[in-house]
């Protein structure tokens, strides 16, 4: 639904502009008369403009100008006019501050833009001291629009004066386009008709125009035309999801189109429940700080540690919660931007592309992640080895040290899949390349050979940075410049950086044969050791020893030396507890004012990279350096790692032929299409375990369900009830992998009696789990579900969910609720309303009516896992691999509801097949479970599993009264009844995963 809004007074405001327009035509002394200038004596004259401000600038701000030279007195050449004395401005009060500049900006910079400046201290709400005076900006108006065939189009034209121009001058005439796209998804998009403004490309976002609009969507979108804004508004509970039109309270601008600062904002409730906008490990938790805070996106190489800074990915998308019902919103735009959020709105401040909306209308949590994948592209379906537990460590000396470590694994008598080598294995830690002294090829190809004999995996860790050395010393170089697919710097050699390797240069994945490149050193690699995946790091691009480009002799990395590593670890210790505050009171700007020509390495705006407005090309790439096609890295940074990542799960697939692992630390917008993700260099800290579940449960929002943390803190020494806690908590992380830097102590589960007893505990439990982790993936890649899951995603109703982020649920039957605090042997969680069992005893436990908060007491070795009623879990008697765990029998565990019913389903393939899922090779079994039966449906059977595997056992709970007998078909099984829990036995039926079959009692 399309319409249109006018403004009341609209029409009397187009009226002045345009008189005001033809007198200024006429004469100029009318504009100084009009403006009372030469009323103002030299004394009275207050500067109306900034340091270097042109006479057009100045008059374009509505300001008077006169030239006095010489001028011993400086007296400023722009000044306001005697009826519009700085003075005489309406300053918002307290409650409707919109931020008028950038963090850090002082007074003067304020007021030379003609905005207000009142400094709050203390200050825990976050105002900001500089803000916009009434009336704001009011932007543009609409002077056409026209419906299109599948949805509008029109023209905007800048009012009359335009914004201030700190940030360059405003686009006189911008294009507006809005597709009606699906039911549930529109498209809004605003941007220059005159020029070709960088836009992320098909590429990388492969998706076209819509042509036909939706048949029956559940959104209007309605404008209004002077000043222009829009909303989208649901039509099943009239609720306005955006809308971006200025109000006459003053608390937004209107639009803001310049080359290098876009700035839109759209009105909230005042205590909107937001989720998204990643990635930072966000101190405030899963909802996000709405008490103007400032979320930056710019990927960027710094530890994951660090709260509150932009962290290695960019995902410019969140979710609002408004009573029980959830819409989502997608910026899709690959520039450096902040997104400030204030009671009452949100404001985007972007320094590049375009202004390219999606909004999905969901109306639930689940919809709106559905809606979103739909359009990004639905996740990666992983292996089904990467579900067993990994271990690894930057450090591991030499292959005999890692043998090691797999043979205590198996003493130890704890699970593990697969085990990782960091840089260690390099020869100086150049890609593609093995220590011929530490891990010499011929010994590495034997331990490979052996995991896979045992069932187990190797991932290596491959960079993208590829060391400069003279020809022929190093091939994988050698042929990255014969080839050209190198980034080039602004004069078209190959960018020198500085990573582990030394000086470095970077493959450019926009180059057509980049690709190619890349897919050859990789089956290059696979010829010498039979690896199993890539792990695919540093990939922001990180540039981690130099700010840009640096000479040799400028490029000096750290040895592989405990205390130099621990001198790194202490600077960042320091750097931590010393994060800036949010609104220093003078901070210098870097580059005050705008260039005539766009400056990308120090653009007019300053987005608050790291926290601290660091510089863009802070440990990475200078912003001018070149991609292929002429795009430069000011546009294109944020997209490397998702190029890098379908470079590399392409090649995997093609070289093996087999289902791919790929594991990514930077991200972008449709990376879970190619790629998984760890969460990057956390801490062996308490808070850190804390952050490891929003960071999950985000990432989950995102569309990359397979992510994981460092489990026991990569930085620092974990101590043996941390980690004991820790690994109660990632057993049940999607990519489950212990992992820390080199220096700190070793944190293999088998290294304290305590935590080994632990985690054969926990990983035992994960390991059973897995056919059910499995089959919530298959509905992740097929569906777009999310597999954890905060709990407001299956209680959207219950307000008391939203802000709950110290539990978490595995798909929509296991609710988690761990111990997160150091020397606590009890915690508290929510239960929503709904029927609950303990996994341990399967003793019911139901909620209240509106939902209850419990105490449970947690001893050191136990996590409290809930089933809910409601849910059927299939399940298999585990080994100390997935590969052993196969072969055991299956199991289900099925919890009756209040109405006393149950549902559920199980996938299984061979768990390598690229196409099993596209190919039908799999075998789908649905279950469902009464008072008085079981039934387990085979929907389809296209994957013949071992024929030794059987169902052997199917535990009810809540079943109310005890059987008299258990019928499989029409005969009599085994079964035991304690306390509502009914267990029965199958061996003798030699029921086959390709069977159904189905139980009664009486």
Not at 86 to 110: A, D, E
Not at 195 to 215: G, I, K, M, Y
Not at 842 to 863: E, H, N, R, Y
């Amino acid at each position: 639904m399309l319409s249109r809004k006018q403004n009341q007074h609209a029409g009397w405001r187009w009226i002045v502009v345009v008189a005001a327009a033809a007198l200024l035509l006429c004469v100029s002394t009318t504009r100084a008369q009009l403006l009372q200038c030469d009323d103002v004596s030299n004394s009275a004259k207050k500067n109306c403009g900034y340091d270097g401000i042109s006479q057009d600038e100045c008059l374009d701000k509505g300001c008077c100008w006169d030239v006095i030279n010489p001028d011993p007195k400086q007296i400023p050449w722009c000044y306001y006019g005697r009826d519009a004395q700085p003075g005489t401005v309406t300053c918002s009060p307290l409650k409707l501050r919109n931020n008028c500049g950038f963090i850090g900006m002082n007074q003067s910079q304020c007021e030379q833009v003609g905005c207000c400046w009142s400094e709050v201290s203390p200050n825990p709400n976050n105002l900001p001291w500089c803000f916009y005076a009434q009336p704001q900006v009011q932007g543009y108006s609409v002077s056409s629009m026209t419906k299109t065939a599948s949805g509008l189009s029109g023209v905007l034209q800048l009012l009359d004066g335009g914004t201030p121009n700190l940030f360059g001058p405003d686009l006189p005439t911008l294009r507006l386009d809005v597709w009606m796209e699906t039911n549930d998804r529109v498209r809004v998009r605003v941007s220059d008709p005159t020029l070709q403004r960088w836009q992320v490309p098909s590429e990388v976002f492969p998706h076209t125009d819509a042509t036909t609009a939706a048949s029956s969507p559940a959104y209007a979108f309605s404008y209004t035309e002077n000043p222009f804004g829009f909303a989208v508004q649901r039509l099943s509970d009239n609720s306005v999801l955006f809308n971006t039109t200025p109000s006459s309270s003053g608390l937004f601008n209107g639009l803001v189109f310049k080359d290098q600062f876009l700035e839109i904002s759209s009105s909230m409730p005042q205590n909107a429940t937001v989720y998204g906008l990643g990635e930072s490990t966000m101190s405030a938790g899963l909802k996000l700080d709405t008490n103007f805070y400032t979320y930056t996106l710019w990927n960027r190489d710094t530890a994951a540690a660090a709260a509150d800074q932009n962290l290695y990915g960019s995902h410019p998308f969140y979710m609002e919660m408004r009573d029980g019902a959830m819409h989502g919103v997608l910026l899709m735009n690959s520039n450096g931007m902040d997104v400030v959020l204030q009671p009452g709105g949100i404001t985007y401040r972007v320094i590049g592309g375009l202004l390219d909306f999606y909004f999905f209308t969901g109306p639930s949590p689940a919809d709106v992640v559905q809606q979103y994948q739909e359009l990004i592209g639905l996740p990666r379906f992983p292996p089904y080895w990467s579900f067993g537990f990994h271990q690894s460590k930057y450090g591991y000396p030499n292959v005999g040290y890692v043998e090691e470590v797999v043979a205590n694994y198996s003493a130890a008598g704890i699970p593990l899949d697969t085990i990782w080598s960091d840089i260690d294995y390099m020869d100086q830690h150049l890609d593609f390349t093995f220590d011929p002294v530490n891990y010499p090829v011929a010994e590495m190809k034997s331990f490979a050979d052996q995991l896979h004999q045992n069932g187990q995996q190797y991932v290596v860790i491959v960079d993208p940075g590829i060391g400069i050395r003279s020809p022929g010393e190093y091939p994988s170089y050698d042929r990255l410049i014969s080839t050209g697919t190198y980034i080039q710097d602004q004069n078209g050699n190959p960018f020198q950086g500085c990573v582990w390797p030394g000086p470095t240069s970077f493959p450019d994945f926009w180059h057509p044969n980049a690709t190619a490149y890349w897919e050859n050193e990789i089956s290059l690699f696979l010829q010498q050791v039979p690896f199993d995946g890539l792990w695919i790091d540093m990939n922001e691009i990180s540039n981690a020893f130099c700010t840009g480009e640096c000479s040799t002799s400028q490029c000096n990395p750290p040895p592989d030396s405990i205390s130099e590593l621990q001198q790194i670890a202490d600077e960042w210790h320091s750097e931590r507890n010393a994060l800036p505050s949010s609104h220093p009171s003078s901070v210098s700007r870097r580059g005050f004012g705008y260039a005539a020509v766009p400056n990308y390495t120090d653009p007019p705006y300053p987005i608050n990279n790291g926290g601290n407005q660091d510089p863009l090309n802070v440990k990475t790439l200078d912003m001018d350096d070149q991609h292929y096609g002429g795009i430069i890295e000011y546009n294109a940074h944020n997209l490397y790692s998702l190029l890098e990542a379908k470079a590399t799960m392409s090649a995997l697939e093609k070289i093996t032929n087999k289902r791919p692992f790929v594991l990514t630390r930077s991200s972008f917008v449709g990376s879970g299409n190619h790629t998984f993700h760890w969460t990057g260099d956390n801490a062996s800290q308490w808070s850190d375990l804390y952050w490891s579940i929003v960071q999950m449960l985000n990432f989950q929002f995102f569309g990359i369900p397979m992510v994981g943390a460092d489990i026991c803190g990569f930085l620092d020494d974990t101590t043996v009830e941390l980690c004991s806690r820790w690994i109660e908590v990632g057993a049940f992380y999607p990519f489950s992998r212990d992992h820390s830097t080199l220096g700190s102590a070793n944190q293999e589960l088998y290294r304290s009696d305590q935590v080994a007893a632990i985690s054969r505990k926990v990983l035992s439990t994960r390991y059973s789990l897995v056919p059910y982790y499995y089959s919530l993936f298959f509905n992740a890649t097929t569906l777009g579900k999310t597999v954890m899951r905060p709990l407001f995603f299956e209680f959207p109703q219950d307000s008391n969910t939203y802000g709950v982020d110290r539990q978490f649920m595995l798909g929509s039957a296991l609710l988690f609720t761990p111990v997160l605090d150091q020397g606590a042997t009890s915690v508290t969680g929510y239960f929503p309303a709904e029927m609950w069992y303990d996994w341990y005893t399967g003793a019911p436990f139901a909620s209240s009516s509106t939902g209850s908060t419990v105490t449970l007491q947690t001893p050191i070795d136990q996590i409290n896992i809930h089933v809910r009623g409601g849910s059927v879990i299939p399940m298999q008697l585990p080994g100390m691999t997935l590969a052993a765990s196969r072969k055991n029998n299956l199991r289900v565990l099925a919890a009756l509801d209040a109405s006393g019913s149950a549902m559920g389903d199980m996938y299984m393939d061979d768990g390598v097949a690229i196409d099993a899922i596209s190919g039908n090779k799999y075998t789908y079994v649905r279950f469902m479970a009464g008072k008085n039966y079981f039934k387990a449906t085979v929907v389809l059977n296209d994957y013949e599993y071992p024929t030794s595997v059987v169902w052997d056992q199917v535990t009810v709970l809540g079943v109310s009264t005890t059987p008299n007998q258990v019928n499989c078909g029409s005969s009599s099984v085994p079964f035991q009844y304690n306390a509502g829990n009914l267990t029965v036995t199958l061996d003798s039926q030699a029921l086959s995963l390709t069977s159904s079959f189905a139980l009664s009692w009486q």
